[in-house]
């Protein structure tokens, strides 16, 4: 079933799609320079960034058309909520150890990923309570 976004709705995506891609950008070509200062690796760091590359081109797709497959939104709050609970992961395992800045950083970027998720969420409800 496809479904055609209401205006709240692209405008979640193409939020997410501009701080995602900043995100991106700045882990994956600031790898080498955040790494001592946030205490993580600077091939996590790096690769963070690129595994967003293709999401945020798909965000920007989706976005851009205002109509997709319902099962593709889903996919899309389903992956910012696997995001946040791979952030939190990170931190409650010995794998890597965090400066408090390191901690800072990872927490804010997981919070403000809940947050887009619960907004595209509730606007993806709205958007079938309206069908």
Same mark, same amino acid.
């Given at each position: 079933?496809?479904?055609?976004?209401?205006?709240?709705?692209?405008?979640?995506?193409?939020?997410?799609?501009?701080?995602?891609?900043?995100?991106?950008?700045l882990?994956? *070509?600031?790898?080498?320079?955040?790494?001592?200062?946030?205490?993580?690796?600077?091939?996590?760091?790096?690769?963070?960034?690129?595994?967003?590359?293709? $999401?945020? *081109?798909?965000?920007?797709v989706? *976005?851009?058309?205002?109509?997709?497959?319902?099962?593709?939104?889903?996919?899309?709050?389903?992956?910012?909520?696997?995001?946040?609970?791979?952030?939190?992961?990170?931190?409650?395992?010995?794998?890597?150890?965090?400066?408090?800045?390191?901690?800072? $950083?990872?927490?804010?970027?997981?919070?403000?990923?809940?947050?887009?998720?619960?907004?595209?969420?509730?606007?993806?409800?709205?958007?079938?309570?309206?069908?």
């Amino acid at each position: 079933m496809s479904v055609t976004l209401n205006p709240f709705l692209r405008q979640v995506l193409f939020a997410d799609a501009a701080v995602s891609g900043a995100a991106a950008l700045l882990m994956a *070509a600031g790898a080498p320079f955040l790494s001592p200062l946030l205490g993580l690796p600077s091939g996590l760091l790096f690769w963070a960034g690129m595994v967003l590359i293709p $999401f945020v *081109a798909t965000l920007l797709v989706v *976005a851009r058309r205002g109509r997709a497959p319902g099962f593709l939104l889903v996919d899309i709050v389903a992956l910012n909520a696997l995001w946040v609970a791979a952030s939190f992961g990170v931190l409650v395992t010995a794998a890597v150890e965090p400066t408090l800045l390191g901690f800072a $950083f990872v927490i804010a970027q997981a919070l403000v990923v809940a947050l887009f998720g619960w907004l595209q969420f509730s606007g993806l409800r709205r958007q079938t309570a309206q069908a």
